[in-house]
């Protein structure tokens, strides 16, 4: 990799939001340095290099911090060039559409989902998980758009969308375990199931990608955590 | 449907932050643009609902009929497809790119969703949007410093994407109970200082046509 950079990724292991850093990074061809965070106690390092929203992933690139994730991976695109295959295309439309989608996948996929799994009520885990349904089929037709007709959202190559949507394979694949559902069911959303076998296969996605059963026994723990706190506050 | 016509169209609000973001930018840098002002509160035109399937919002921007959508995209495009139109909102360094779009997601995700739950919401809920409120200004104020403005000494992405919103600041002291003047005094200087320029001076919209917009929303929502 190119001389005398450094680069340090703060992050958790289980989060999408530092794999889609690692997947960039990994892309690219880029060496770091892996530091792994426990977010019960977070660390100076960490406090420090994103005072304002105390969160991973942060890129720390020969000292400087770069936060949130679709940041950093824009970062990563125009800081390393010339390395590896670029992220974003050069025109601009189809940089707007990539930027659009990236966002979409955050607002309208990720945080119902979260609510899917975390909501306080019924309701809202119900509303959470239409949400989530309603996002994969909007994203069905985003793929089918942008691939025209190749492999995967950045046409031929993997882009910024890909990276973004990627970096929720393990939890996709674990939700699939838990739960019996597919989130990309090949009959209704077929362009999404083979575009998650696809990319599975890239290497930069075995590399950082966490192991499904890893995710599956963390989901696990963390429900029961979730459940035995609301049973305790049930019981003030 | 309106959909190769040449030149800049932006499907645009008069109320709206977000599509002023968008005509701020477009002034600033010398672009000529139509406005087509829509109907949001009623029935959506076949032009908006065709032109953003996805999230039926202004504003877009439509560019010899091809459509971009959310603000902070359009910003970006302005910036990629017209390189020869000075002045750059976003610096070439590509860490300072990554601070410049770090704080405008920031103020994006913020300040608009804050104040909206200050005047939806009574009680609890509204303490703890003044409470949140209060520290997103007062981080601003310290991120801008004594910077003339968030881009440097000149106006920048940042600042684009928050001046719109200062329009706002009274409606949200008025349901808030507090004072920018007295807690942010740098950035009450600051939005003074933006609301000096033709681009910006055109565009916002009056903070007591905005707070009578808020009453309008209310009664919209049965809040009244």
């Known amino acids: ?236 | 449907m309106g959909g190769e016509k040449k030149g800049l169209v932006l499907l645009d609000f008069w109320v709206s932050p977000f599509a002023q973001r968008c005509r701020i930018a477009l002034a600033e840098k010398g672009l000529v643009y139509e406005s087509l002002e829509q109907e949001l509160l009623g029935d959506k035109s076949d032009l908006l609902l065709g032109s953003n399937p996805v999230h039926k919002k202004v504003p877009v921007l439509l560019h010899d009929g091809r459509a971009v959508c959310e603000s902070l995209v359009i910003l970006e495009y302005i910036e990629d497809a017209f390189p020869g139109a000075a002045p750059q909102l976003l610096p070439a360094d590509p860490y300072a790119r990554a601070q410049a779009r770090f704080w405008a997601d920031y103020v994006d995700k913020r300040v608009y969703s804050c104040g909206t739950r200050l005047w939806k919401l009574k009680g609890e809920g509204r303490a703890a949007a003044r409470a949140e409120m209060l520290e997103t200004l007062r981080t601003l104020d310290a991120e801008l410093g004594d910077k003339a403005f968030f881009g440097g000494e000149a106006l920048g992405f940042v600042d684009v994407t928050l001046i719109p919103l200062t329009s706002w600041f009274y409606s949200y002291e008025k349901q808030g109970g507090f004072s920018v003047e007295e807690e942010c005094p740098r950035l009450a200087e600051w939005a003074r200082r933006c609301g000096e320029r033709e681009s910006v001076a055109k565009v916002l919209t009056a903070p007591e046509e905005v707070h009578d917009f808020i009453g309008l929303l209310k009664k919209h929502y049965g809040l009244e």
């Not at chain 1, 304002?52 to 992933?57: A, D, E, G, N, T």
């Not at chain 1, 400087?64 to 974003?88: M, N, R």
């Open chain 1, 1 to 236: 990799m190119a001389g005398g950079e450094d680069l340090k990724l703060l992050g958790a292991w289980a989060s999408p939001f530092v794999t889609r850093v690692k997947l960039a990074l990994s892309l690219k061809g880029l060496s770091f340095e892996d530091v792994e965070e426990d977010l019960g106690n977070k660390s100076e390092l960490l406090l420090s290099s994103n005072p304002v929203h105390k969160k991973v992933p942060v890129l720390v690139h020969n000292g400087k911090p770069v936060c949130e994730s679709v940041i950093i991976l824009q970062y990563i695109d125009e800081a390393f060039a010339g390395i590896g295959p670029s992220l974003l295309p050069s025109d601009p439309y189809q940089r707007a559409v990539a930027r659009f989608w990236a966002a979409y996948i955050d607002d309208k996929l990720v945080a119902p989902w979260v609510q899917a799994t975390r909501g306080k009520t019924e309701e809202e885990k119900s509303e959470g998980i239409n949400q989530t349904f309603a996002a994969v089929e909007m994203l069905e037709g985003a793929l089918r758009e942008c691939s025209k007709g190749e492999g995967y959202f950045g046409g031929e190559t993997v882009g910024l969308v890909d990276v973004s949507l990627g970096s929720l394979l393990s939890w996709l694949n674990a939700t699939e375990v838990m739960s019996g559902t597919k989130i990309f069911d090949p009959v209704k959303t077929p362009l999404l199931a083979a575009w998650m076998d696809r990319f599975s296969e890239l290497d930069a996605a075995k590399a950082a990608l966490p192991e499904v059963d890893r995710v599956v026994e963390f989901a696990i723990k963390r429900q029961a955590q979730a459940a035995a706190a609301a049973v305790t506050s049930d019981n003030k």
